[in-house]
């Protein structure tokens, strides 16, 4: 049962960071739905886009969908994923899919999002010490201080470049764009 303590502690911390935020602010990802256990495709209606990157490890069943795929070691690899994941993107929009679109864009923003802190920092660490205890699993410096930038790995600044363009065509698409407005009209 330790794990489903640490679970509990979590969906905690991260109602807390929630908290912290005006009431009814659009941009709130609701981390207190169990997303193990939900099925975000039969279930669109309690999705939230949220900010940036907000539960791209989370929704299920996107994140089973999406995760094999998501490589940014080499250019070569983030070539491939992102690709793929683009790929699956436009057969998300064809299918009408939200969710699923969303889902896709998020995982090429954090394709480059992490391509670019390991350019920036070697081996990724950003922030000196460790995330405080309370605050595990929630975004943030916390009062850390960030850690001087490494020279630029050219190697994970080439993968940043490769997912930026796509996650950019992404965000770009027309029916995307469609798509989320109606979604955020529909249910917030």
């Given at each position: ?6 679970a509990a ?8 960071a929630?908290?912290?935020r005006?009431?009814?602010d ?14 975000l495709?039969?279930r669109?209606?309690?999705?939230r ?7 791209v490890?989370?929704v299920q069943p996107y994140?089973?969908?999406l995760?094999?795929h998501w490589?940014?070691?080499t250019p ?27 889902m896709?864009r998020?995982f090429l923003q954090?394709?480059y999002?992490r391509?670019?802190?390991y350019?920036?920092h070697?081996?990724g660490?950003?922030?000196d010490?460790?995330?405080?205890g309370?605050l ?7 009062g850390r201080?960030?850690l001087?930038r ?5 190697v ?10 796509r ?6 698409n ?5 798509l989320?407005?109606?979604?955020q009209?529909?249910y917030?």
């Open positions: 049962m330790p794990e489903l303590d640490e502690h979590q969906r905690s911390l991260d109602r807390e929630l908290r912290r005006p009431p009814g659009p941009r709130k990802f609701d981390y207190s739905l169990d997303y193990a256990a939900l099925d495709r039969a669109p209606e309690l999705y886009v949220g900010v940036g990157e907000q539960g490890l989370r994140k089973s969908e995760l094999p490589r940014f070691a070569e690899a983030a070539q491939g994923s992102s690709e793929t994941i683009y790929q699956m993107f436009l057969d998300y929009l064809v299918a009408g899919d939200f969710v699923g679109a969303d896709a998020k954090m394709g999002t391509s670019r802190r350019a920036n070697k081996g660490k950003k922030y010490g460790p995330v405080p309370d595990k699993g929630v975004s943030g410096a916390h201080a960030e001087p490494s020279p630029e790995d050219p994970k600044a080439e993968s940043a470049r490769i997912f930026r363009v996650w950019d065509e992404a965000a770009a027309p029916e995307y764009v469609r989320k407005k109606a979604h009209a529909k917030g």
